[in-house]
Nanobody, 116 residues
Framework: QVQLVESGGGLVQSGGSLRLSCAPS????????MGWYRQAPGKQRELVAR???????NYADSVKGRFTISRDNEKNMVYLQMNSLKPEDTAVYYC??????????WGPGAQVTVSS
């Protein structure tokens, strides 16, 4: 079992920035990919950004150029830097890890609210 601890959510004005952090209870080297998903009220959960063990990244079109996902191998952390936030970015953000086998793990979620 893997626990994921998210931090960094909160309330910010439109155009502002936030950084989400995810700390897994196991080495990030044990995962083939880590990512961030989000779910807004009444909507399906969607991929925001993902980074593989080979440091390949992919982003949702809606966040390209504004959000950056990164890994800190020494600190065993994954981050999501969110700039130029918009009200439509308001959602619960979930850290996700994909092990080499078995089901992915999810964090409990961090609320991000962007006011207009």
């Amino acid at each position: 079992q893997v626990q994921l601890v998210e931090s960094g959510g909160g309330l910010v004005q439109s155009g502002g920035s936030l950084r989400l952090s995810c700390a897994p209870s196991r080495s990030i080297f044990s995962f083939i990919a880590m990512g961030w998903y989000r779910q807004a009220p009444g909507k399906q959960r969607e991929l925001v950004a993902r980074v593989t063990s080979g440091d390949n990244t992919n982003y949702a079109d809606s966040v390209k150029g504004r959000f950056t996902i990164s890994r800190d191998n020494e600190k065993n952390m994954v981050y999501l830097q969110m700039n130029s936030l918009k009200p439509e970015d308001t959602a619960v953000y979930y850290c996700n890890t994909q092990p080499s086998s078995g089901d992915p793990y999810w964090g409990p979620g961090a609320q991000v609210t962007v006011s207009s």
